[in-house]
């Protein structure tokens, strides 16, 4: 992927972080899965309780659907 992260939509985020997701929190993990499947509705319903204190990767995936840039 050659774009920039602020450049991204939420969809291409979470599919350049698969790997992340896969390494912090599992392969099965819901999280994983969408963010494997470019699915933004599921990506925010778990990832409902994360902060930017607690991960800040998912939060800047977030703030991209919240800002508009989902697809």
């Known amino acids: 992927m050659n774009k920039l992260w602020h450049q991204m939509t939420a969809v291409e985020a979470m599919q350049a972080k698969v790997d ?3 390494y912090n929190y599992g392969d099965r993990h819901p999280i994983t899965k969408a963010c494997r499947a470019g699915d933004v509705t599921a990506f ?3 990832t409902k309780s994360v902060t930017e204190s607690s991960d ?3 939060a800047g995936i977030q703030n991209k ?7």
């Open 20 to 22: 992340y997701a896969v």
């Open 44 to 46: 925010m319903a778990a």
């Open 56 to 58: 800040a990767v998912l």
């Open 65 to 71: 659907v919240i800002c508009g840039r989902a697809a």
